[in-house]
């Protein structure tokens, strides 16, 4: 069985920092690549980053480059963002995401590309 576990959530002043951890079981690490997905109540799920286990530069969405840094421990099975310089509008649930290809291969800022999912943490930003 597959299971993504989000952890490191929490509430922060603007300008605060966060490092959210996505712990992996039941996949091969290095065989997927992982996104980190946000989503507020009303909208649609917002891709932030995709990051392949292989090491390549991740990609990031416009919104949160420069401040987002994404990144794997394959010897634990993990991947992390750390987030600096949170605003209020990075307010959202954070949801990490497995694919089983690398980003370049697949739609990765699409949340139906990714196949195994976390339950998701809250992350509040206050101003």
């Known amino acids: 069985e597959v299971q993504l576990v989000e952890s490191g959530g929490g509430s922060v002043p603007a300008g605060g920092s966060l490092r959210l951890s996505c712990a992996a079981s039941?996949?091969?690490?290095?065989?997927?690549?992982i996104g980190w997905l946000r989503q507020v109540p009303g909208k649609e799920r917002e891709w932030v980053s995709c990051?392949?286990?292989?090491?390549?530069?991740?990609y990031y969405a416009d919104s949160v480059k420069g401040r987002f840094a994404a990144s794997s421990d394959t010897a634990k099975n993990t991947a992390y963002l750390q987030m600096n310089d949170l605003k209020p509008e990075d307010t959202a649930v954070y949801y990490c995401?497995?694919?089983?290809?690398?980003?370049?291969?697949?739609?990765?800022?699409?949340?139906?590309?990714?196949?195994?999912w976390g339950q998701g943490t809250q992350v509040t930003v206050s101003s």
């Open positions: 039941g996949i091969t690490f290095d065989d997927f690549s």
């Open positions: 995401a497995a694919a089983q290809d690398e980003c370049a291969n697949f739609d990765y800022n699409e949340a139906y590309e990714y196949d195994y």
């Open positions: 990051g392949d286990i292989s090491g390549d530069m991740p």
